[in-house]
């Protein structure tokens, strides 16, 4: 069975969506086509020199435009991944060096990438009914500094989690996950891929991550399996419905390649004297890359650690078993290998103008070709992202698995697409249990609504999107609409009566993320609750008042 994070169901609703504009992308397909065609309209403007004057004018005013656009500086940010198989074991009590969390430049964003999480039977209902003990600690790691987790997707051990600054999140947007089994012939998620996709700022990424078939003789049917998931792993999209169409895109995980042809008392000796460009060579993944034309597409920082398999448990020493085979099991001792890797693909200048412009002529009868002068302005508007490695390494000190953790801390330059969020909300008046409150927001920007979208309210220093102490749905809850602002309905029985500090939140569901967060306001105490001695209780996700006298009977 296969989970990614859905949305409030407390109810049965119809989703009459109602969408109030175009997305982005087909906005600025159609103005390159109207440049296209504007192109043509000047070889055949009249002599008269004063409508040519007019145009001249309004085309400098565009240029000017899109020039205060162009201005823009690219801006920095973190990324920070990390790969991990965690041999099914349960997480230790501390990430916060794997998270690189003591550093002087904090992350923006963090993509996890486990492997073999446990999911045994009652291990993986019990995972799909609350929070996996994974996720757990992640969240309540990185909860108080800031980070909000955006979404996750499990497949039986496979497990991706993506978390963001609070301040991102309203510019993330398109969220959508997916999942590609390849264990026995497509039909088991033993292995396989999950991925994550999300328009960051306006630019594609996704984020794919793998196990692939295990043993050193199996490095071809790997390179298989590797293909087929990104022919085959879709989106429910027009625009980017493959993981190859986004403009960046990270594969990691375990990949299983292993190191050919040496011997172990070679390899050990390259490995203790940290001579390790010495099995670059024979590395399976390198030696793939040569011969496969997709795979060269990805990049990979220098493997300066030691091979991250197969360790003694809570060790830094490679496996010692005994040979021993037993009833056709084979005992032997693994060769230490770089199993477990971190690459990314950056889609060219070329590759990125090439797929907007199919867009632009996809579903239309006639099709048009690109030359000259009209490509090179479609190049132009093409904004990149530049990726560049900050490090890449292995932390020895986890020992829990066989396997030791991989992370990769990457900087992302890029121009943002869009500055401001798509909704703007506030809480009105002061807000108490005793009296039922207002939330108003205002559309800064069109986006495709729905009847699903609703307006969260949350503590400060919340976990998820779906950590909401309570929610109201902005169309069956909406008590006033004009062009400027829309109000909803808040009745106080669903308030806090204790008070504290939260904040409000604006989901959409088609989108599948929030993209609107109101300043932080106080909720005060209830009246009701100060003269009568109550304290707050959490039902359902809704705060609920229970007697303060713990002791009495029932």
Not at 298 to 319: A, V
Request: aromatic share 10%.
């Amino acid at each position: 069975m296969e989970d990614a994070e859905g949305l409030p169901g407390l109810r049965a609703r119809s989703d009459s969506m109602a969408s109030t504009a175009s997305v982005s992308t087909s906005g600025r397909l159609l103005l390159r086509q109207r440049v296209v065609q504007l192109m043509t309209c000047v070889e055949d403007l009249s002599s008269d020199e004063e409508l040519q004057e007019e145009v001249s004018r309004t085309l400098n005013e565009a240029f000017l435009l899109c020039g205060k656009r162009g201005a823009r500086e690219e801006e920095r940010f973190r990324l920070h991944m990390v790969t991990w198989n965690v041999g099914t074991a349960a997480p230790p009590s501390d990430v916060s060096s794997l998270l690189e969390l003591d550093s002087e430049k904090p992350a923006d964003l963090f993509v996890i990438g486990l492997q073999e999480v446990n999911s045994r039977l009652l291990n993986f209902i019990n995972d799909m009914t609350f929070e996996d003990p994974w996720s757990r600690l992640l969240m309540d790691t990185l909860a108080p500094l800031g980070y909000v987790k955006l979404i996750s997707i499990r497949m039986q051990g496979l497990l991706l989690l993506l978390f963001a600054k609070q301040a991102h999140i309203t510019f993330i947007r398109d969220i959508q996950a997916s999942y590609t089994r390849t264990g026995i012939y497509g039909y088991w998620g033993n292995k396989g891929g999950v991925s994550v996709r999300m328009s960051f700022y306006g630019h594609l990424i996704c984020f794919l991550n793998c196990h692939l078939m295990a043993h050193m003789e199996n490095a071809s049917q790997r390179v298989d399996e590797i293909e087929h998931i990104l022919e085959t792993h879709a989106f429910d999209t027009d625009n980017v419905p493959n993981i190859l169409d986004h403009k960046v895109v990270f594969w990691f995980g375990d990949l299983n390649f292993r190191i050919a042809d040496h011997g172990m008392h070679f390899m050990r000796e390259a490995i203790n004297n940290k001579r390790f460009h010495l099995l670059w060579e024979k590395d399976q993944l390198n030696m793939a890359k040569k011969k496969e034309a997709f795979l060269r597409e990805f990049q990979e920082g220098p493997l300066r650690f030691k091979p991250t398999y197969k360790y003694d448990l809570h060790s830094e020493t490679y496996d010692t078993r005994e040979q021993k085979t037993w009833l056709g099991f084979n005992g032997k001792k693994r060769k230490p290998a770089w199993t477990d890797r971190i690459l990314w693909r950056v889609m060219s200048s070329d590759q990125d103008a090439a797929e907007e412009a199919e867009t632009n002529v996809k579903g239309e009868e006639q099709e048009e070709e690109w030359k000259g002068e009209e490509q090179t302005q479609v190049k132009e508007l093409v904004s990149p992202v530049k990726v560049t490695l900050d490090s890449y390494t292995s932390h020895m000190s986890y020992g829990i698995s066989d396997h030791k953790p991989v992370t990769g801390t990457f900087i992302l330059e890029l121009k943002k697409m869009f500055q401001t969020p798509l909704v703007q909300l506030c809480a009105e008046g002061e807000w108490s249990a005793d009296q039922d409150a207002l939330i108003t927001y205002s559309i800064l920007e069109p986006f495709p609504s729905s009847t699903w979208d609703w307006i969260g309210l949350y503590k400060v220093g919340f976990r998820s999107y779906s950590d909401y102490v309570t929610y109201v749905w902005v169309k069956d809850d909406e008590v006033l609409y004009n062009e400027e602002a829309v109000q909803v309905y808040v009745g106080m029985n669903e308030i806090p009566v204790l008070g504290g500090e939260f904040l409000l939140c604006y989901y959409s569901s088609n989108l599948q993320c929030i993209i609107g967060i109101s300043a932080p306001f106080q909720i005060h105490e209830s009246k009701v609750a100060i003269e009568g001695g109550l304290a707050s209780g959490n039902i359902g996700g809704l705060e609920n008042a229970t007697s303060l006298d713990s002791n009495q009977d029932f």
